[in-house]
């Protein structure tokens, strides 16, 4: 595995179970992740992680002609279907937009799917798992970029959308000063529960520092911090919005910024809208995909350029990687 200061320039990540343990130690040898600059042809990440459980359900046929020549039969059949009233109803049903959608699923029965994908239960199914294994890639790779520039000992670390404290719990064990939030308050309760289980043991020579929680949006963070580190929120933003978020999360870093997202191709545009066709419960909140052109422009508008880059992958789990320093 690879992952690229530049398209010309690799480096190498090295797998230490120690940054990710919540996560199960053994993970089943059919189930692989790369992480490269090319780009793979593959069902997208979390942008559709809401979606692919209802995909697994298809037959391995129709999965094959979806790989093969009936990709252009399907273009053509998505032209008469409307996603976009499903999703406006949704939001209607809870009283407000994307964010109000978002908090209400997080804190529903996208708080319970998400707790077991995020955790160590057998109870999940193959795409959950897989994406379970992914999720964790993209955290290993995230503290070795960090721990790659010495010891995390007092750094202080925002950790915007921390979930059930995947990112945060680690982080708190190599010593750094984590302030973590999400949106939603069932996800900071398990995270808060998570930490205090797994650091009150203490980490070795260094004495962690319990992460300070709270439930926040993104556009509510303030504050200043070393890093900033922000991953596979920006989904629930469409471009013109996460431009702006983008923007709030540079203000807000010191010397670095590392977000993850979905990139936006042809190819995982047309497959997120092929799960639009099988809606399920589990579909509840709008995925945007977004182009690393555009988070890059972004980033160069407020003076940020991106150092280091790179695509964690599984079957079906696809986040671009960047990480962000001042100019």
């Known amino acids: ?14 797998t230490n179970s120690r940054f990710f ?10 189930l692989k992740t790369t992480v490269t600059t090319t780009t793979v042809a593959a069902i997208p990440p979390l942008s559709t992680a809401t979606s692919v459980t209802d995909l697994s359900v298809l037959d391995s046929t129709t999965v094959a002609l979806i790989g093969g020549g009936s990709v252009a039969a399907l273009a053509a059949v998505l032209s008469f279907t409307d996603p976009e009233r499903r999703r406006r ?3 209607e049903e809870v ?14 029965s996208g708080f319970q799917r998400w707790k077991k994908i995020y955790g160590e239960t057998d109870d999940v199914n193959k795409v959950q798992l897989d994406i379970r294994l992914g999720h964790s890639k993209t955290v290993e790779n995230v503290m070795k970029m960090l721990t790659d520039d010495g010891s995390l000992n007092g750094v202080t670390v925002c ?30 309760a398990e995270a808060e529960k998570q930490a205090k289980e797994q650091l009150t043991a203490g980490n070795g020579d260094i004495a962690p520092v319990m992460p300070k929680f709270e439930v926040k949006d993104l556009e509510s963070l303030d ?8 991953l596979d929120v920006l989904i629930h933003y469409p471009q013109n919005k996460a431009d702006g978020m983008i923007a709030h999360l540079a203000s807000l870093a010191e010397n670095r910024l590392i977000l993850s997202f ?8 047309l497959l997120k809208r092929i799960g639009e066709l099988f809606p399920g419960p589990s579909k509840a909140t709008r995925a945007y995909l977004h182009a690393e052109a555009d988070v890059e422009r972004a980033l160069n508008k407020v003076g940020w350029k991106i150092r280091k880059r790179g695509l964690i992958t599984t079957q079906f789990y696809f986040a671009r990687l960047v990480e962000a320093v001042p100019a």
Not at 21 to 30: A, E, Q
């Open 262 to 269: 979905a990139p936006k191709t042809f190819y995982y545009d």
């Open 21 to 30: 343990s919540t996560f199960p130690p053994k993970l089943p040898n059919k």
């Open 89 to 91: 109803l949704q939001a």
């Open 159 to 188: 950790d915007a959308g921390c979930g059930t404290g995947c990112l945060s719990i680690p982080l708190a064990k190599e010593g750094a000063v984590v302030s973590a939030s999400d949106i939603s308050a069932a996800m900071v």
């Open 1 to 14: 595995m690879s992952y690229s200061v530049s398209l010309s320039s690799p480096i190498h990540f090295h």
């Open 223 to 230: 504050g200043k911090y070393d890093t900033v580190v922000c």
């Open 95 to 108: 009283g407000g937009g994307d964010k109000e959608v978002v908090r209400n699923y997080f804190n529903n």
